[in-house]
């Protein structure tokens, strides 16, 4: 490009972001720069979009080559054309030294547990999602029984980047896999399956279609602990992580009661019949207030409570029985033993040295 341009709509109220082909344009409340977190917020969204620059703008699969603006572009690879950008997006920043492995390292452990604590991520899988982005409606139903094309795609990326360095030694990772769709499959022809499968042969050698169907066409089961390790990396709770009682449900504040905005399926709420929207008033007579982690604190995992709950207007009530807190964020973190080799296949990897190998200030 002789110039790219990106637009930033710094304002009030707006969010989100949109690739073209040869600018970006990003809606950022202007009052979301100055703290570092937002920065990397910001420039991640920069990153992404201008990583479209290639990844879709240039190759993409078919489907949605060309755009058919007149109905509904279906796909079932739309995990790569959003997922892998955003996989891609967090190593630019890692590799041009804007955000620390540290910083990656937080972020990379949200995007995990955002995973696993997703039902829906064990009855759909990324193909799936891919296909029905454009008409999902969202809410509890898209949660529970789907899950999301950025973070499956982001996390099979991780999965099939690792697996492709450290079977060639370091010498071919994903990105060479992306170098060959921007190679043999350029807009205005799209690209299949078959094509990404036919690729991972012509690199490696081996055949990826058992890996395709386990982890793309089927809801994927990732290892995370077995695929950390290769690169010397573990993913471990807190020391001070402790098993609390739970709703296994997601609230907010709406004046003076809380309102369930996510009810996770098969779990405590579920269980006892509450539902999104409903309004908790009190669990065993006692009013709930604006903290419902406060509420639940004088229980044990495995009681048996009353609640009370409004919904449309009616007072109801129903009873259930805690579970265990589902929601207890996992870390990724060095792990101080790693060998030479995990080492190596780190900075293979990440394109910076392990943290073992990086000196402190003193």
Sequence with gaps: YERYVFMVHATSGAGGATEHLNSTIIQRPRDRFAKREDYLGFISTAAHEFIHTWNVKAYRPKGLAPYDYTNINYSKLLWIAEGSTSYF????????GIQTTDEFFKNFSK???RHLTTPGREVQSASETSFDKWINQGGDHARNYGTNIYLEGSLLSM???IDLLEKSQGKISYKNVHNELYKQHKLPAGFTEQDVLAILKQLTGRDYSNWWQTNVSSPASLDFDALLAKVGLSFELPEKAKATPSLDAFTKNTGELLTLTHVRRDGAAWQ?????????????KKHVGKDLTASLETFKIGDKVTVDFIRRDALMSTELVLSEDFDKPKKVVANKNATAEQKALFKAWMGVAHPNDVKKDD
Excluded: F, M, P, Q
């Excluded at 997006?89 to 041009?96: A, G, I, K, Y």
């Design 272 to 284: 006892g019949g509450l539902t999104t929207d409903d309004k908790l008033v009190a669990i065993n």
């Design 111 to 113: 995007t995990i547990n």
């Design 159 to 161: 999965a099939l980047d």
């Design 89 to 96: 997006e967090d190593h630019l920043l890692v590799r041009s």
